[in-house]
């Protein structure tokens, strides 16, 4: 018997392959789509859903795992009763391809939609998560197709337009109300001006660095290196403030996604602190006597808000790249999963780019985002005996455990930051350390790093 079972539109009949879904019914308005376990038979009364929300339906009805080929639409319009579980499908996705994949190990199905190959289906499609983490609910990431107007089609839709990436050709839109965005998504992902829509999640910010009461200390023994190519690492934080010092000199022009701030001069921000952070990385894995190439290129993604999104984080990973950023350290996260900042990602790696990103804070094994994408090189803490901070996230995900603590100067003190914010921060200049004379890739870097510094095993 195959092991993949192929569902296809045919001119008679249909395979023999059955699968009882349990009895599920799920309503939005007047439509409806149920599926009964007792007869292993599907109900549906649609007047007109996207074929990503049917998607998802379905993905809550069956526990599948479904992939999309990425561009793929179709308006739903279908009502029926008592359809076996293969025709119902062939009414609700028409001519599209399908095919059902067996899980392996136990897990879930793998059930793939698509235009033209089933390679191409590589979209995951996920059901909604009504306990999960909650995206902004007036808002939406929206991708243009080339060429069209972001301006014409929030004039048509009733949107405000409160982020707009040239280069990335999306477009941030805020609603009236959560009801609005419901509705108007269903109508954008019907759109042939649009490439995708994706939620947007909110990112809060980081925890700020505690005063140690002692004197700063003049530690910083690494010195610029002005001859060579730079090595630039990304700094996707908060604002970074010029201390008049050596520190400086390692230090780009700021980038600013989310509107100029001018943070006070009474306490280092945490973009300040993981800057310093970053440095003690390098210069601990830097094995140069003539100084160091390595740049920190600040990208400013928070301005004076208390919290950024994870719109403005991509935006941010996109502008560093443009301006040649090698490694992109994120010492944030939030539990908010959205294709749109993992895609930007993905086309970073491809790029040969190298992301780091902090774990969580929170003693749980459930994924934050960016850092569980399996792209990322994801930190979590170690306490000062080189076991498992008792705060930090010890996910699967995880790749590398660096030092939970650091210990920076600014405006004359000692300031102390902990969390996996700083051990992503040392992970990120210890990779850029390890390029800067050693002779290595990036690749060679980043693998050399996760394998000096792994994981706990166990808590």
């Given at each position: 018997m195959n092991q993949a079972?192929?569902?296809?539109?045919?001119?008679?009949?249909?395979?023999?392959?059955?699968?009882?879904?349990?009895?599920?019914?799920?309503?939005?308005?007047?439509?409806?789509?149920?599926?009964?376990?007792?007869?292993?038979?599907?109900?549906?009364?649609?007047?007109?859903?996207?074929?990503?929300?049917?998607?998802?339906?379905?993905?809550?009805?069956?526990?599948?795992?479904?992939?999309?080929?990425?561009?793929?639409?179709?308006?739903?319009?279908?009502?029926?009763?008592?359809?076996?579980?293969?025709?119902?499908?062939?009414?609700?996705?028409?001519?599209?391809?399908?095919?059902?994949?067996?899980?392996?190990?136990?897990?879930?199905?793998?059930?793939?939609?698509?235009?033209?190959?089933?390679?191409?289906?590589?979209?995951?499609?996920?059901?909604?998560?009504?306990?999960?983490?909650?995206?902004?609910?007036?808002?939406?990431?929206?991708?243009?197709?080339?060429?069209?107007?972001?301006?014409?089609?929030?004039?048509?839709?009733?949107?405000?337009?409160?982020?707009?990436?040239?280069?990335?050709?999306?477009?941030?839109?805020?609603?009236?109300?959560?009801?609005?965005?419901?509705?108007?998504?269903?109508?954008?992902?019907?759109?042939?001006?649009?490439?995708?829509?994706?939620?947007?999640?909110?990112?809060?910010?980081?925890?700020?660095?505690?005063?140690?009461?002692?004197?700063?200390?003049?530690?910083?023994?690494?010195?610029?290196?002005?001859?060579?190519?730079?090595?630039?690492?990304?700094?996707?934080?908060?604002?970074?403030?010029?201390?008049?010092?050596?520190?400086?000199?390692?230090?780009?022009?700021?980038?600013?996604?989310?509107?100029?701030?001018?943070?006070?001069g009474d306490r280092p921000?945490?973009?300040?602190s993981m800057s310093a952070?970053?440095?003690?990385?390098?210069?601990?894995?830097?094995?140069?006597?003539?100084?160091?190439?390595?740049?920190?290129?600040?990208?400013?993604?928070?301005?004076?808000?208390?919290?950024?999104?994870?719109?403005?984080?991509?935006?941010?990973?996109?502008?560093?790249?443009?301006?040649?950023?090698?490694?992109?350290?994120?010492?944030?996260?939030?539990?908010?999963?959205?294709?749109?900042?993992?895609?930007?990602?993905?086309?970073?790696?491809?790029?040969?780019?190298?992301?780091?990103?902090?774990?969580?804070?929170?003693?749980?094994?459930?994924?934050?985002?960016?850092?569980?994408?399996?792209?990322?090189?994801?930190?979590?803490?170690?306490?000062?005996?080189?076991?498992?901070?008792?705060?930090?996230?010890?996910?699967?995900?995880?790749?590398?455990?660096?030092?939970?603590?650091?210990?920076?100067?600014?405006?004359?003190?000692?300031?102390?930051?902990?969390?996996?914010?700083?051990?992503?921060?040392?992970?990120?200049?210890?990779?850029?350390?390890?390029?800067?004379?050693?002779?290595?890739?990036?690749?060679?870097?980043?693998?050399?790093?996760?394998?000096?510094?792994?994981?706990?095993?166990?808590?």
């Amino acid at each position: 018997m195959n092991q993949a079972c192929r569902i296809r539109k045919r001119a008679a009949g249909w395979g023999i392959f059955s699968l009882f879904l349990g009895s599920v019914s799920f309503a939005v308005g007047a439509d409806s789509l149920n599926w009964r376990k007792d007869k292993g038979l599907v109900d549906a009364d649609i007047s007109s859903w996207s074929l990503v929300r049917t998607l998802e339906t379905i993905s809550e009805a069956t526990g599948w795992q479904i992939y999309l080929e990425p561009g793929t639409q179709r308006k739903v319009s279908t009502k029926f009763k008592e359809r076996p579980r293969d025709q119902a499908l062939d009414l609700l996705l028409g001519n599209l391809g399908r095919v059902l994949l067996p899980g392996t190990n136990g897990g879930p199905s793998r059930f793939l939609v698509f235009r033209n190959t089933e390679k191409d289906a590589t979209r995951l499609i996920r059901p909604p998560d009504k306990k999960g983490p909650k995206p902004i609910p007036n808002e939406l990431i929206v991708t243009l197709k080339p060429g069209k107007s972001a301006d014409e089609l929030a004039k048509k839709i009733g949107a405000k337009i409160v982020g707009h990436s040239t280069g990335l050709n999306s477009v941030r839109f805020q609603f009236a109300d959560e009801q609005t965005t419901k509705n108007e998504r269903d109508s954008l992902l019907n759109n042939e001006d649009v490439a995708s829509v994706d939620p947007n999640f909110p990112v809060p910010t980081q925890p700020v660095p505690e005063d140690s009461g002692t004197a700063a200390m003049n530690n910083l023994k690494l010195q610029p290196l002005k001859d060579g190519a730079p090595i630039v690492i990304a700094q996707i934080d908060t604002s970074v403030q010029w201390q008049g010092n050596s520190a400086d000199d390692f230090l780009l022009s700021e980038v600013s996604v989310a509107g100029p701030c001018d943070p006070s001069g009474d306490r280092p921000t945490h973009g300040t602190s993981m800057s310093a952070t970053l440095l003690k990385g390098v210069s601990a894995f830097n094995d140069c006597n003539s100084g160091s190439r390595v740049r920190i290129l600040p990208v400013d993604v928070y301005g004076c808000n208390p919290a950024t999104t994870t719109y403005e984080v991509a935006e941010g990973i996109y502008q560093a790249m443009q301006k040649g950023a090698s490694v992109i350290n994120l010492s944030l996260g939030s539990e908010g999963d959205t294709p749109y900042l993992h895609d930007v990602i993905k086309q970073g790696v491809a790029a040969g780019r190298v992301f780091v990103a902090s774990a969580g804070n929170t003693p749980v094994t459930s994924p934050t985002f960016p850092a569980a994408y399996p792209e990322v090189i994801a930190v979590t803490a170690g306490d000062a005996q080189g076991k498992l901070a008792p705060y930090a996230n010890r996910g699967d995900f995880v790749d590398v455990m660096a030092p939970g603590t650091a210990v920076v100067s600014f405006n004359g003190q000692q300031w102390r930051v902990s969390g996996t914010s700083p051990a992503a921060a040392y992970i990120s200049g210890a990779i850029a350390g390890r390029v800067d004379c050693g002779g290595q890739s990036l690749a060679q870097a980043a693998a050399g790093i996760q394998k000096a510094l792994p994981p706990p095993t166990a808590p």
